[in-house]
């Protein structure tokens, strides 16, 4: 099922992590500031969870589209690789 059509989600997901790439950076400044570890700590968190919530959407995503009656060949071997990373 390697279709390198665009699913739906891409644009969204692309968006969270350009989001999460900002705070990332913020975090990065702040240890060469060398700010409080609670806030460092903090912004870290965030920053996790905003990746872990993108890769749940292009899991989801791609999963829906692989699923969704327009494949012929279902690979689920494929299907089965990447519920590995959810």
């Not at 969204?12 to 700010?35: C, F, N, P, W, Y």
């Not at 990746?51 to 995503?61: E, P």
């Amino acid at each position: 099922m390697s279709n390198k059509k665009q699913h739906a989600s891409h644009e969204d997901v692309s968006k969270r992590l350009k989001r999460a790439k900002g705070h990332l950076e913020t975090v990065i400044a702040m240890l060469e500031e060398q700010r409080e570890c609670v806030d460092v700590a903090r912004q870290l968190h965030a920053v996790t969870k905003a990746i872990a919530a993108a890769k749940s959407v292009y899991i989801h995503d791609h999963i829906e589209h692989c699923l969704d009656g327009n494949h012929k060949n279902i690979d689920l071997d494929e299907i089965k690789e990447i519920t590995k990373y959810i």
